[in-house]
Nanobody, 119 residues
Framework: QVQLVESGGGLVQAGGSLRLSCAAS????????MGWFRQAPGKERDLVAT????????TYAESVKGRFTIARDNAKNTVYLQMNNLKPDDTAVYYC????????????WGQGTQVTVSS
């Protein structure tokens, strides 16, 4: 069973930076894809960024390209989301999730961490 624990959220002013961490445990993740999602109040949960644990291939939502960077540390089994030039529209609960590379849906989720960007 996969366990995911996020940390690093908080309150920041517009233009500032935060780094989210997702500590993963419970299995070997070499055949997994890790994703960061976010959900703002009253809105659907959106995919922000993904990274393949093996090879490190990344994808990003258009709204965060050039500002956010997803990365992983294999030795620590941790995935990061570096968020720069934050905007009030980035305010949301951010979730870490995992799925097998052969699965269509993410089936393991963290508890979420709040990110609030003030204007």
């Amino acid at each position: 069973q996969v366990q995911l624990v996020e940390s690093g959220g908080g309150l920041v002013q517009a233009g500032g930076s935060l780094r989210l961490s997702c500590a993963a445990s419970g299995r070997t993740f070499s055949t997994y894809v890790m994703g960061w999602f976010r959900q703002a109040p009253g809105k659907e949960r959106d995919l922000v960024a993904t990274i393949r644990w093996s090879g490190g291939r990344t994808t990003y939502a258009e709204s965060v390209k050039g500002r956010f960077t997803i990365a992983r540390d294999n030795a620590k089994n941790t995935v990061y989301l570096q968020m720069n030039n934050l905007k009030p529209d980035d305010t949301a609960v951010y979730y870490c999730a995992a799925r097998s590379t052969v699965a269509d849906e993410y089936n393991s989720w963290g508890q979420g961490t709040q990110v609030t960007v003030s204007s």
